[in-house]
């Protein structure tokens, strides 16, 4: 997740006196950190590419291991470790970060309120704009899932309706998730759906006070 470190091991214990390490990045190959053992020279290159790393790598001497600190969005993607020395090894590392989810919200998209609670409904509308990858946005009632949509560009709103009686008396939340967090809102019935003689005013929305 974004704002963590994420430490990339090269299962060494120590570096051979004749081992070179060298740490790429992307598609590219750009060169990031690298170990010269017999000049005793270690290094990283903050300032590629478009200075994304700036501040944020840490090599171990003793193992050669790289560690991304206050890792973003923009700092996923392959890595590869490269080992020369007597012989030549490498190896490849796939690296996700994830953003901070946003809360949900929930609005009331009918107009007035309903003058019978047995027949009308209550139309709803749970939205995000998101600012995340591989993020789906869900309507449960209970602990079944009614609709949901998905999303794998960044920058985009999602918006998921749903149709409730008046009065309804099941329990409904919108859920959205990304596959190591979520975020929950849960629906209040009684302040979004009421019928004419209730109280209140259309239109509220329902914004959970803390985070999950």
């Not at 994420?6 to 990045?25: A, G, P, Q, R």
């Not at 020395?85 to 998209?109: E, Q």
């Not at 009308?120 to 079944?144: E, M, P, Q």
Request: glycine letters at 4%; one cysteine or more.
């Amino acid at each position: 997740m974004e704002g963590d470190s994420v430490t990339l091991n090269s299962d060494l214990t120590e570096i051979h006196e004749d081992d070179d390490i060298l740490w790429k990045y992307g598609a590219e190959n750009s060169s990031i950190a690298k170990i010269s053992k017999e000049n005793r020279i270690s290094s990283t290159y903050d300032d590629v590419p478009d200075g994304r790393f700036r501040d944020r790598l840490k090599l171990d001497d003793q193992t050669g291991s790289l560690t991304i600190t206050n890792t973003r969005t923009e700092h996923a993607g392959d890595y590869q470790l490269v080992i020369r020395g007597a012989k030549l090894t490498s190896k490849t590392f796939s690296v996700s970060v994830y953003a901070r989810l946003p809360i949900p919200v929930i609005i009331s998209n009918s107009s007035q309120c309903s003058s019978s609670s047995s027949s009308s409904s209550c139309s709803l509308v749970c939205s995000s704009v998101l600012n995340v990858r591989d993020a789906t946005l869900s309507w449960y009632k209970g602990i079944s899932v009614l609709s949901s949509i998905s999303v794998c560009d960044l920058s985009i709103s999602l918006s998921l309706p749903l149709e409730v009686e008046y009065q309804d008396k099941n329990t409904y939340s919108c859920v959205l998730n990304n596959p190591i967090s979520n975020q929950t809102t849960h629906l209040d019935i009684n302040t979004l759906c009421h019928t004419c003689a209730g109280s209140g005013v259309k239109g509220h929305i329902i914004v959970p006070a803390f985070l999950e």
